[in-house]
């Protein structure tokens, strides 16, 4: 175990690696600069700018120079919102992606978990297709069309939820929903289809001779089992969700990571584009590594190596 937690660490130290130097060159080989946005801005205050930022040194020392502040979490100064540091402005607006996230993560599970294992149970009923299709649509629907029919619906016609914002906590219903739609659709059929493998096995229909209740066999001794690709697909999901969809976020006007990324692509902020693909590239990778732990603990007979 020690020895697997160990090389899964060095591997995502590498990836990160990876991501932070693949992101640092493409960055440098877009075409133009940080600055061409900028009003009737001289050639003279272009190279002063250029200089402020160490945007005139050779490549190699500004990767060096870069990924030696990365490593010790300063990914620089913003190039549009003077003043203000990268990890400033990335404190400031994860919480809120997070917060909005998080719930929908939790609802996600809270859902998506109990219809997948009564699907399952009502296999061939009309429940198990009602469920079927309901989930066919969440993982089919864009997200962005489920933004735009919420707030048609419940913020247009009855005039019931607020649209923009995250003033009260009727803001965050439709944002929530449509966060977490796609999750909990994917996690119905991950559980259904793992619960009905789980239920043909030999252990349960031996339980099921001994006279075992049909709950006990079904929450102690199935959905132990069938949870485990659930528990797979946590990792990319629960940092896809709490980092925020970016459409999301756009469409409701929460002022969160999402926003200022489309924003720093628009004005070319370089050092915010990089600084926030690697943040959210190791917020990805470390979930990952916490899920593949996670999964050993779970199910002890499973052999890592």
Same mark, same amino acid.
């Given at each position: 175990?020690? !020895?697997?937690?160990?090389?899964?660490?060095?591997?995502?130290?590498?990836?990160?690696?990876?991501?932070?130097?693949?992101?640092?060159?493409?960055?440098?080989?877009?075409?133009?600069?940080?600055?061409?946005?900028?009003?009737?801005?001289?050639?003279?205050?272009?190279?002063?700018?250029?200089?402020?930022?160490?945007?005139?040194?050779?490549? /190699?020392?500004?990767?060096?120079? /870069?990924?030696?502040?990365?490593?010790?979490?300063?990914?620089?100064?913003?190039?549009?919102?003077?003043?203000?540091?990268?990890?400033?402005?990335? +404190?400031?607006?994860?919480?809120? +992606?997070?917060?909005?996230?998080?719930?929908?993560?939790?609802?996600?599970?809270?859902?998506?978990?109990?219809?997948?294992?009564?699907?399952?149970?009502?296999?061939?009923?009309?429940?198990?297709?009602?469920?079927?299709?309901?989930?066919?649509?969440?993982?089919?629907?864009?997200?962005?069309?489920?933004?735009?029919?919420?707030? /048609?619906?419940?913020?247009?016609?009855?005039?019931?939820?607020?649209?923009?914002?995250?003033?009260?906590?009727?803001?965050?219903?439709?944002?929530?929903?449509?966060?977490?739609?796609?999750?909990?659709?994917?996690?119905?059929?991950?559980?259904?289809?793992?619960?009905?493998?789980?239920?043909?096995?030999?252990?349960?229909?031996?339980?099921?001779? !001994?006279?075992?209740?049909? !709950?006990?066999?079904?929450?102690?001794?199935?959905?132990?089992?069938?949870?485990?690709?659930?528990?797979?697909?946590?990792?990319?999901?629960?940092?896809?969700?709490?980092?925020?969809?970016?459409?999301?976020?756009?469409?409701?006007?929460?002022?969160?990571?999402?926003?200022?990324?489309?924003?720093?692509?628009?004005?070319?902020?370089?050092?915010?584009?990089?600084?926030?693909?690697?943040?959210?590239?190791?917020?990805?990778?470390?979930?990952?590594?916490?899920?593949?732990?996670?999964?050993?603990?779970?199910?002890?007979?499973?052999?890592?190596?």
């Amino acid at each position: 175990m020690g !020895k697997y937690i160990t090389k899964r660490i060095i591997l995502a130290i590498v990836t990160i690696w990876a991501v932070a130097t693949i992101t640092f060159c493409l960055m440098n080989l877009v075409p133009g600069g940080p600055f061409l946005s900028e009003k009737a801005i001289s050639p003279a205050a272009t190279e002063a700018l250029e200089a402020k930022y160490g945007l005139d040194k050779p490549f /190699y020392e500004r990767y060096l120079t /870069y990924i030696s502040g990365a490593l010790h979490g300063d990914f620089g100064d913003s190039l549009k919102q003077r003043g203000r540091t990268v990890m400033d402005i990335i +404190s400031s607006k994860f919480p809120v +992606s997070a917060k909005v996230g998080g719930i929908a993560v939790l609802m996600s599970l809270l859902l998506g978990i109990p219809l997948g294992v009564l699907a399952a149970y009502k296999r061939g009923t009309w429940v198990d297709s009602l469920f079927s299709v309901i989930a066919t649509c969440g993982i089919a629907v864009p997200s962005f069309v489920i933004c735009t029919l919420l707030m /048609y619906a419940f913020g247009v016609k009855m005039k019931i939820l607020p649209t923009l914002g995250l003033t009260s906590w009727q803001n965050y219903l439709m944002p929530v929903f449509a966060l977490s739609a796609y999750p909990t659709s994917y996690i119905m059929r991950l559980m259904r289809s793992s619960m009905l493998d789980v239920l043909g096995q030999d252990y349960m229909r031996t339980a099921k001779a !001994k006279g075992v209740s049909q !709950k006990v066999a079904l929450f102690k001794h199935a959905l132990r089992n069938a949870i485990l690709p659930v528990i797979t697909y946590l990792g990319p999901m629960i940092a896809y969700t709490l980092t925020g969809s970016f459409i999301v976020e756009k469409i409701f006007t929460i002022p969160g990571l999402g926003g200022e990324f489309i924003k720093a692509i628009n004005g070319r902020d370089y050092t915010m584009i990089m600084g926030t693909t690697i943040f959210l590239a190791t917020f990805m990778i470390i979930m990952n590594v916490i899920v593949d732990i996670v999964y050993k603990i779970v199910d002890p007979r499973i052999t890592l190596k």
